[in-house]
Structures are given as C-alpha cells and as structure tokens.
C-alpha cells in the first residue's frame, strides 16, 4: 500500500479531517520512528509490532559473485521489524 492509498483510506474513515492535515500525521509518525532509530531505540506499536536495529557484524572475507574478487564489508546497522504476537496469529487465521 503506498502513502497516497493511505491518506485515502484514511480520509474516508474520518470524514472531518482535511488531506494536509493527515499528511502531517503521517510525516510525524514517520519522523517519530526515524529519529527514534537513530537514537538506538526500538519502536513498540501495541498489537502490530516493534521496529530495532540489528548491528551486522563486519566481514573480512566476502566474494564478489560477478567477478568472485574478495571484498571488505564494514560493520552496519540494520533496521528490523518483528510482528507482535496477537498480529500474527490474527493474521494466520
């Protein structure tokens, strides 16, 4: 689902709301996350998740797979993103 569906559907449970309006509460919610992440937090949404890094060690010893040359990757952080356990099982059901 991309941002503009979002605003929509949003939009038609909440009559009342104008589009610039919900716009700034998605950009907030967004932001919020984000510098959250970038404060090495993790983000807990109650009933759907919660988003953290995950530090991915450094590699002295990888290949390239096009031309099998070793490469040297650094140390990284990743962001991760695990299901809550009520959202799951909704979900398998």
Request: hydrophobic share 35%; charged share 35%; aromatic share 8%.
């Amino acid at each position: 689902m991309s941002r503009p569906e979002i605003i929509k559907k949003i939009k038609e449970k909440n009559q009342n709301l104008n589009l610039k309006s919900i716009e700034i509460i998605i950009d907030t919610f967004s932001l919020s996350i984000q510098k959250a992440l970038f404060n090495r937090r993790s983000v807990e949404i109650r009933g759907f998740g919660t988003f953290f890094l995950k530090k991915i060690i450094e590699k002295h010893n990888s290949r390239n797979p096009r031309t099998g040359k070793l490469i040297y990757v650094p140390e990284k952080n990743k962001v991760r993103f695990r299901v809550s356990k009520k959202f799951l099982r909704e979900l398998n059901e």
